[in-house]
């Protein structure tokens, strides 16, 4: 081979592997990482940086058990907690997609038992999958009988249905935030019945299997994992010594908390957020799907800062808004978070207690900093497909006098008015020629729109939902 040839294939191999700019920073997320460990007290965390599909930084700090000196690390096991609740509301909006079911169904149509439910609000029915998912319908927090300062929790829905009569709701749907372990726990229930079989199995069927995240799990861990789980410890309170957290019942949490998991296998469903894929490519979310999951749906504080979506819940900071869950357990406070657009996340795990979001969040917005900073990727466009390159152009509305301009951008026809920067409809063709719905996202979503042509098939106007355009031609054309 040709020495020049040669250089040049290894030349672009290496530009093939380049590596994230949020990679160059690691020092820096050490640094934050280290200090809040030292600042809060800690026994250690488990961290790391996503970008786009790898994990391009991780690190453990400190000890994941201090009586042996066991460092921490991004393979060591942490409860995740209310993480969980990601993988739930996942397998539900796979079922959704498959057909056998539908977000706003009553929860008592999988569940007759909460027929005995006290509704104080209305009827039963009223609980339905998609108020479960976003924590807006009403029902209490926990089972019946909770005391965390007990360690008393029904973590079997079977149990749990047979007190039906001891379950109420206690504020009206749609009224406020009104987190729910119970709610999480019953949708857990639903996926079992409806996909004939186990949480678990369809947990693992569904999610972790194709995600090859071989190291997460529900209680009891495979003995093979144990040695890598790490020690949740109490709050400091006037001494430096720490106390391990209480022992619970082993299957304490399911659906609504339940997991063990790590920084690696994270990483995998933080990836999977991006694309709706498996390694390999298997299809786990459609995109409208993950789209749908990560819309924010209402506002939960009165300064705009929270907001609630199915199974994710969003956080405004510093104008940028990271999707997340956080999870607290006896002894682990964990938290995942990311940013679709420039497909960036953070994984927190404690094995004690601070404000794990906070530092994620740092972690977070550190490498989505480095991300933008860095030269952008400057790709080749799509071509225009041929059948649709006389519709493209200028077109005019005479009741109003506007001028719209449809474009080819990204892949999409695009609508742009150049007197609102922010209404910019994309069309989706369908079986019929000349004729697109309207994407998702606009007040015209749904609707159709229809390229009209005249008895020599020049496009002359189109019909966009409910107001015509006429299509402008050069002079002398």
């Known amino acids: 081979m040709c020495p020049r040839v040669k250089q040049g294939r290894q030349a672009a191999g290496r530009f093939a592997r380049m590596p994230s700019p949020a990679a160059a920073i690691g020092k820096k997320y050490e640094a934050l990482a280290a200090q809040f460990v030292k600042e809060h007290r800690l026994p250690g965390a488990a961290v790391g940086v996503v970008h786009e599909g790898s994990l391009v930084w991780s690190k453990g700090i400190g000890f994941a058990d201090v009586a042996k000196r066991r460092a921490a690390s991004p393979q060591g096991l942490y409860r995740i907690a209310s993480i969980t609740k990601t993988f739930t509301a996942a397998l539900v909006m796979q079922l959704r997609d498959e057909g056998k079911l539908t977000l706003d169904d009553p929860v008592v149509q999988y569940l007759p038992e909460l027929k005995k439910v006290k509704s104080a609000f209305g009827p039963v029915e009223g609980v339905t999958l998609r108020r479960l998912l976003s924590h807006e319908s009403g029902l209490q927090s926990e089972p019946p009988g909770t005391d965390w300062s007990l360690v008393r929790y029904e973590n079997e829905a079977a149990k749990n249905l047979a007190r039906a009569k001891e379950i109420a709701t206690t504020v009206p749907p749609n009224s406020q935030w009104k987190y729910s372990n ?20 369809a947990l693992m069927k569904r999610l972790l299997t194709p995600l090859r995240m071989s190291a997460t799990g529900l209680d009891p861990v495979p003995a093979r994992l144990r040695a890598r789980q790490a020690i949740g410890y109490e709050p400091r309170f006037l001494s430096d010594e720490l106390e391990p957290a209480p022992k619970e019942d082993a ?6 908390g339940g997991l063990w998991s790590c920084v690696e296998d994270l990483q995998r469903w933080l990836s999977c957020q991006f694309t709706g894929k498996a390694p390999g490519g298997k299809v786990l979310l459609a995109e409208e799907t ?36 956080s999870g607290g357990h006896y002894g682990f406070i964990t938290n995942a978070c990311f940013e679709p657009e420039e497909k960036v996340g953070a994984i927190t795990l404690l094995n004690g207690f601070a404000n794990a979001t906070a530092l994620n969040l740092e972690l977070a917005a550190a490498a989505r900093e480095a991300v933008r900073e860095a030269a952008p990727k400057v790709e080749a466009p799509k071509p225009l497909p041929e ?34 920067a922010t209404w910019k409809p994309t069309l989706a063709p369908t079986d019929e020629p000349d004729v697109f719905r309207i994407e998702k996202g606009y007040r015209e979503s749904g609707e159709l729109v229809r390229f009209q042509r005249d008895e020599k098939g020049r496009v002359v106007a189109v019909v966009m939902a409910v107001a015509t355009m006429e299509r402008l031609e050069p002079v002398g054309s």
Do not use: N
């Open 290 to 325: 993950l789209a749908e999951m990560h819309k924010p749906r209402y506002i939960v504080d009165d300064a705009w800062t929270r907001a609630w979506a199915i199974g994710w819940y969003a956080v405004r900071k510093d104008d940028v808004i990271w999707r997340m869950h």
């Open 251 to 256: 299957k304490i949490f399911t659906a609504e």
């Open 387 to 420: 059948e649709w390159r006389d519709l493209v152009g200028i077109y005019l509305t005479p009741h109003w006098g506007s001028i719209t301009r449809i474009e080819w951008r990204d892949g999409k026809l695009t609508v742009i008015d150049p007197d609102d």
């Open 182 to 201: 119970l709610g999480y726990q019953l949708l857990g229930e639903v996926v079992a019945r409806v996909s004939g079989g186990s949480y678990k199995g």
